[in-house]
């Protein structure tokens, strides 16, 4: 089944305690992203990777990082998180970033309590 | 900034009552505006993609259209399974970023 998995689907750490959201696709997809969802703010881009070892920042790439080692996996890492990360997390992949092939697939999302 | 307001924040309509949800952008130039579906506690469901003024999409009672300003939803005799949060997200052409509207819930009533 194409799918775009993300692990965990909830965390509960403290501040500074390094974590890592792991998010794959089987899908051979080109492109993909992170998100945050927080009430009345909507989805914001946190950050992208149109393809292997090429990432970029979204619109709130601080207090976290991501590396694309392979096509199929795109991690989260929040090296020391802090309270105002708390959130629901989306991983999302697209075939690439030509037309017709932008449509994203997402995750089921990871929901994290940083206390 | 580029920019991506949607309204209402929240509708409550009757099963059977048509209406629309209004999507606004402000970008340089578009290179997508795309809408999703989320049900609570899920992701991002993909319902269209539109890439020019005067373009138009339909699913079931879902059409969305598109204008050089602003993209609608227009919902046809919803029924209560049509009961979501409706996103609207856009590509600025020339670039790689997605900005997302807040969304909008819609509610429908049997």
């Known amino acids: 089944e194409a799918q775009v998995t993300q692990n965990p689907r909830y965390l509960i750490t403290v501040t500074g305690k390094k974590l890592t959201v792991t998010c794959s696709q089987n899908?051979?997809?080109?492109?993909m992203s992170w998100y945050r969802q927080d009430p009345g703010l909507g989805l914001r881009q946190i950050y992208y990777s149109m393809n292997v070892e090429v990432t970029d920042k979204g619109d709130v790439p601080e207090g976290y990082k991501v590396s694309r080692k392979e096509k199929r996996n795109f991690p989260l890492i929040l090296e020391s998180p802090s309270p105002n990360q708390t959130s629901l997390y989306f991983c999302?992949?697209?075939?690439?970033?030509?037309?017709?092939?932008?449509?994203?697939?997402f995750g089921p999302g990871t929901r994290l309590l940083v206390l | 900034e580029d920019q991506v307001t949607q309204s209402p924040e929240a509708l409550r309509l009757q099963e059977g009552e048509s209406s629309s949800l209004n999507c606004s952008y402000t970008v340089s130039g578009l290179r997508g505006l795309f809408w999703y579906r989320q049900d609570p506690g899920k992701g991002p469901e993909f319902l269209f993609t539109l890439y020019s003024a005067g373009e138009e999409k339909e699913k079931e009672r879902l059409k969305a259209t598109l204008t050089k300003k602003e993209s609608f939803l227009h919902i046809t005799a919803p029924k209560p399974e049509d009961s979501a949060t409706y996103l609207c997200a856009v590509q600025e052409a020339g670039g790689f970023k997605t900005i997302f509207g807040a969304g909008t819930r819609l509610f429908v009533k049997a």
């Open positions: 999302a992949s697209s075939l690439s970033i030509r037309e017709g092939e932008e449509t994203q697939y």
């Open positions: 899908m051979n997809h080109e492109y």
